[in-house]
């Protein structure tokens, strides 16, 4: 149990040791860096959906315009020519303002309405991202991006002295350096989740999710509040969108941060837990780690073993959208709070249930 308890720090301490081990490989790796963006980005939507309870659907628009940030201040294409720390800071903070000006004037609407408004913004941002090929090159996407990653630091700087074996890169965005500063900003994004939970403002954040009412006649601001949570939000994802043009090294094709990755961060937050960062990150690497490895691996083991892998429909892969359909339905049906639920989400469902017997 006591394991079970410290899972969060054990899977961090075995991922930061995944390089050096003998099994090892770039092409696993460089998967495992993608994960944990996602799961920065799934982070930044459980601030908003989990601790304030605003269900936005267009989290990946905020994705993109992080991704699309870099890669206007790095590509050779512009005159700016930025380092990928600046860079990703400047992601962050274009991502969290647009996040609160297209927050503002929306935040009368509740629930449905709500949700409705933030997934058009969400096509909005996918319609313009296509359609300004003068910044964007369209469908194209930016690319190559090349940034060393502090200024002052050339982005071709040779590392060949640091490899430990031949899996290892010899430039900073390759594996598996790029891998550790992802993971290190994941665990950094996990604390900081943590004492924002404990802090002032985040009990008024999960005041505000259980009654909106009774926490204005407390004297709290929804407004500001909800804001709030929108700009460190949307911040994280654009963070995310930066790492993750980084690691491609282009904005790639802008179907990446459509609706449809909105919804799957949606679906990763509540198989994991509603509220809960541990729950969370099992949640990303539950349903993206099944999606981009496990699929994979399946596949290929099937193709060994019976032969099988020449049709679409004898492949894991190409039943995977009906086998994350039926356990959300499972979820929804038998444990609707998650698989790891913040302890007053589980308390609520619970009790309800035990009342209702």
Not at 188 to 203: I, Q
Request: hydrophobic share 55%.
């Amino acid at each position: 149990m006591s394991v079970l308890r410290h899972w969060v720090p054990a899977l961090f301490v075995f991922l930061a040791a995944y390089p050096f081990l003998p099994f090892a490989e770039a092409n696993r790796g460089e998967q495992f860096t993608i994960l944990f963006i996602y799961a920065i980005l799934a982070l930044g939507l459980n601030v908003v959906l989990g601790y304030t309870g605003v269900l936005h659907l267009g989290i990946a628009a905020f994705f993109g315009i992080g991704a699309y940030t870099v890669g206007i201040l790095t590509v050779p294409f512009f005159p700016f020519q930025q380092s990928f720390l600046v860079a990703a800071a400047a992601a962050a903070l274009v991502a969290a303002a647009v996040g609160v000006a297209t927050t503002a004037p929306i935040l009368r609407l509740r629930g449905d309405y709500l949700a409705l408004v933030t997934l058009g913004f969400g096509l909005i941002a996918l319609y313009a991202i296509r359609n300004l090929d003068a910044i964007t090159e369209g469908t194209k996407g930016l690319n190559p991006i090349d940034a060393g990653p502090v200024p002052g630091v050339r982005e071709n700087v040779d590392l060949s002295a640091f490899r430990v074996n031949d899996e290892w890169g010899v430039r900073w965005y390759k594996y598996p350096y790029l891998y550790f500063i992802v993971l290190g900003t994941l665990g950094a994004v996990m604390l900081f989740l943590r004492n924002l939970e404990r802090s002032r403002l985040g009990r008024a954040w999960v005041a505000l999710r259980e009654d909106e009412l009774a926490a204005s006649c407390m004297g709290l601001n929804p407004a500001r509040l909800k804001l709030a949570a929108i700009a460190i939000g949307a911040g994280l994802a654009g963070l995310a969108g930066a790492f993750y043009a980084m690691s491609l090294r282009t904005t790639g094709n802008p179907a990446a941060y459509d609706f449809t990755l909105s919804m799957i961060m949606v679906c990763c937050i509540i198989l994991g837990g509603l509220g809960n960062r541990s729950g969370v990150l099992l949640g990303v690497f539950l349903l993206m780690g099944f999606d981009r490895i496990a699929t994979n691996v399946l596949d290929n083991w099937l193709q060994e073993q019976l032969g099988t892998g020449g049709k679409n429909y004898e492949k894991v892969s190409g039943w995977k959208l009906m086998i994350f359909g039926l356990v959300l339905i499972l979820m929804m049906r038998f444990r609707p709070e998650g698989l790891l639920p913040e302890a007053r989400v589980r308390r609520e469902l619970h009790d309800a249930d035990a009342k209702a017997g």
